[in-house]
């Protein structure tokens, strides 16, 4: 009988192993981080597009001065959230049981969800249609806020998951790519050149 108890138990233990560390695994995947970056980053120059058209009615070079003026400090609050929030949940994950884990991703996210409907606000009303002087035609943003929001909470929930099986420096490790240079957003002045 002691056997069967030793094999069941060397059973789990390679599962758990094996399953921490499968590389193609749902759960170990943060590729939606990469994927909102994009997002957030194709909205620059479409507003910029928008700005130039105007320009290009009025004749007002002051338009689109002062049109990015407005947008660098509402993508720099963006900014600054964005990296609050992959540092936040890192240590939500990291800091806490997965209970309380839980919990304190779901606050950052919601956080997250404001700013960026308080973007998408700012730029949908900045290029709707009629929106400054007659121009005609809507700028179609790929950014819906509460999708891409919802999408990176359950990226993390996965994250929380997969780090829950991983041992010693495995969990700091996968966590720590997160906060690297590939999912920090571009700063705004590259974003216009």
């Known amino acids: ?14 599962f758990n192993v094996t399953t921490a560390q499968k590389k193609n695994s749902p759960a170990a995947d943060l590729s939606e981080l990469g994927q909102t970056k994009s997002k957030i980053e194709k909205t620059v120059p479409l507003v910029i597009q ?12 002051n338009i689109l001065i002062n ?18 929030y992959r540092n936040n949940m890192k240590n939500c994950i990291l800091n806490n049981s997965s209970k309380k884990a839980k919990k304190c991703m779901q606050y950052h996210t919601s956080m997250l969800r404001g700013t960026m409907i308080n973007y998408n606000n700012y ?18 943003f790929d ?10 909470s359950e990226a993390y929930q996965n ?9 010693g420096t495995q969990k ?11 999912n920090k957003l571009t700063p705004f002045n590259q974003l216009v050149q």
């Open 67 to 84: 049109g990015k003026k407005a947008l660098a400090k509402e993508y720099g609050t963006l900014e600054t959230e964005w990296f609050l």
């Open 159 to 167: 994250a929380n998951n997969a780090a829950g099986r991983m041992k």
């Open 172 to 182: 700091t490790t996968f966590l720590d790519q997160t906060m690297s240079d590939d």
């Open 1 to 14: 009988m002691k056997r069967y108890n030793l094999l069941i138990v060397l059973l789990l233990l390679i």
């Open 50 to 61: 928008h700005l130039q058209t105007i320009v290009d009615k009025e004749g007002d070079s």
């Open 143 to 152: 950014f819906k806020p509460t999708e891409i929001t919802t999408k990176l």
């Open 123 to 140: 730029i949908t009303n900045l290029t709707r249609k009629n929106g400054y002087l007659g121009v005609e035609g809507d700028t179609k």
